[in-house]
């Protein structure tokens, strides 16, 4: 019963945290597939896949802006199965607005989820973890690589999800827990193809013209590094923030 590993993922109804509940439990990961109650995607159809592809799941509610909620699902987790592994901070939200009309109140609710949350989520995690244990938290190239006009206070805190990984990385490590980040890129998602606050799926396809890899990226190429960090395999990769971009980030624009 306890012998399997345990995943929290946060935002896992679609997108990159779908994926990867997938792509985990493929491993042999049990995963909780963390939904936030008010997120129109549903969390059914990641239990269907994962249990399609032979794994085992649990849906559970939460909302990271709660110290409260993000606990419990640490321990619904390890009250069903006696143990949590791994950590994958991975909701987060994202609002267009320009800086020099941008409320204290838009800053601070943005800053909550896709910063705070991540901070919740790691902490909660961290209680439960021993030796081997991993936290990956999602970055972004807006702020991990990049500032993006419009969008200081989600740069902002995607720049701020590299400083606290590398803190807990030095200051877990001597209990052989590990934390990284991932940066992704442009990344074909819900988040990604609105077309309010992101690129939308005409700015998407615009994209592709200038990644070298010549497209968008898809969640689960995302997961498999999630996955990666997640496991035994990536035993001394610690504080790191790896880019999965299609080259994006390093290529020379004509």
Same mark, same amino acid.
């Given at each position: ?10 935002? %896992? ?5 779908? &994926? ?15 939904? +936030?109650?008010? !997120? ?8 269907? !896949? ?22 419990? +699902? ?12 791994? &950590?994958? %901070? ?8 320009? +800086? ?38 999602? =970055? ?26 590398? =803190?807990? &990385? ?21 988040? =990604?193809? !609105?077309?309010?606050? =992101? ?7 615009? &994209?592709?013209? *200038? ?6 990226? !898809? ?7 999630? %996955? +990666? ?6 035993? *001394? ?13 390093? %290529?020379?624009?004509?």
């Amino acid at each position: 019963m306890t012998d399997q590993p345990v995943a929290m993922i946060t935002g %896992a109804a679609s997108g990159i945290g779908a &994926a990867t509940a997938v792509c985990l439990a493929e491993k042999g990961i049990r995963v909780g597939i963390g939904t +936030f109650p008010g !997120d129109p995607h549903d969390p059914e159809t990641t239990l269907k !896949d994962v249990r399609d592809g032979g794994g085992e799941g649990m849906i559970v509610e939460v909302d990271v802006r709660s110290t409260a909620s993000v606990d419990a +699902f640490a321990e619904a987790l390890v009250s069903t199965w006696r143990r949590l592994d791994v &950590a994958v %901070a991975n909701a987060g939200i994202l609002r267009e607005a320009a +800086f020099d009309t941008l409320s204290d109140e838009q800053w601070h609710d943005l800053l909550d989820v896709d910063l705070h949350g991540v901070m919740r989520t790691a902490r909660a995690g961290l209680r439960h973890m021993g030796d081997g244990g991993s936290v990956t938290a999602i =970055s972004s190239i807006a702020g991990g690589v990049y500032g993006w006009q419009a969008h200081a206070h989600y740069a902002t805190a995607k720049a701020g999800v590299l400083g606290l990984v590398r =803190s807990l &990385a030095v200051e877990y490590g001597p209990r052989g827990i590990r934390a990284n980040a991932i940066i992704p890129g442009l990344i074909r998602t819900p988040q =990604s193809t !609105d077309a309010v606050n =992101s690129l939308g799926p005409e700015g998407l396809e615009r &994209a592709g013209g *200038y990644i070298p890899w010549g497209r968008v990226g !898809d969640p689960r190429e995302v997961a498999e590094v999630i %996955a +990666f960090l997640s496991s035994p395999q990536a035993s *001394y990769v610690s504080g790191q923030a790896i880019v999965v971009d299609g080259a994006l980030t390093v %290529a020379m624009r004509d």
